[in-house]
């Protein structure tokens, strides 16, 4: 069974701080790894995508990676209150034609003002 | 470029009755997807089209659902007959590839709750 784990919050951080959210995988197998950010109510929009070993950096996000302790973290510098949100982690899994997202449960992040 | 349309936005319905869910991917996608998310949980993949092949519908009740993907291009989600465990957001999602990095972009999903 293929699963990917989140402890599901909520987190709650000071504006300015930086949020760490963590994400863990059991299938070795999986060859990328996705972070959405979703709002109360709305879709999962993707914030951000990592598919080597590392640190992948976009604006104030910062994707982590590493593979040999099946370990995904997504790291948030100087929170916005507009970042209050729950953060979805998932890994892709993919044999033929299947293109599958296994999705972790969520954490909610709330950053106080 | 226009986005992952679904409809309705809401919708309630009494148990044991049944409901449709419509998707418009983003043009030019092959592959599409239903998810079904749960209050509190993260999405789960119901059923995946590649053009208008089912790949991978592991995951779906096939007791009660069902999908269909004609021409390719828009596909519908059907419930016959509702339970009360299927209160959910019903996603739709589609992808321009099938690859280790395809990305997937999300409707804004459809409500239902079954009373």
């Known amino acids: 069974q293929k699963e990917v784990e989140q402890n599901s919050g909520p987190l709650s951080v000071p504006e300015g701080a930086i949020a760490s959210l963590n994400c863990t995988y059991s299938d070795r197998g999986s060859q990328s790894f996705f972070w959405y950010r979703q709002y109360s109510g709305k879709s999962p929009e993707l914030i951000m995508s990592?598919?080597?070993?590392g640190d992948k950096e976009d604006g104030r996000f910062t994707a982590q990676l590493n593979k040999a302790s099946q370990y995904v973290s997504l790291l948030i510098r100087d929170s916005q209150p507009s970042d209050s949100a729950t953060y979805l982690c998932a890994g892709g899994f993919y044999g033929g034609a299947t293109n599958k997202l296994i999705f972790g449960t969520g954490t909610l992040l709330a950053v106080q003002p | 470029e226009a986005g992952v349309a679904q409809s309705p936005r809401y919708k309630i319905i009494e148990k044991r009755q049944s409901v449709a869910f419509w998707c418009n991917p983003i043009s030019g996608h092959a592959t599409l997807y239903w998810y079904q998310q749960i209050l509190g949980q993260g999405p789960k993949l119901l059923i995946q089209?590649?053009?208008?092949?089912?790949?991978?519908d592991s995951q779906l009740p096939k007791d009660r659902f069902s999908a269909e993907r004609l021409k390719g291009v828009d596909s519908t989600l059907k419930i016959q007959p509702a339970k009360l465990e299927d209160s959910a957001v019903y996603l739709c999602?589609?992808?321009?590839?099938?690859?280790?990095?395809?990305?997937?972009?999300f409707g804004a999903g459809t409500r239902l709750s079954v009373l």
């Open positions: 990592i598919y080597s070993n």
């Open positions: 089209f590649q053009n208008n092949g089912v790949v991978d």
């Open positions: 999602a589609s992808s321009s590839r099938t690859s280790s990095k395809n990305i997937q972009y």
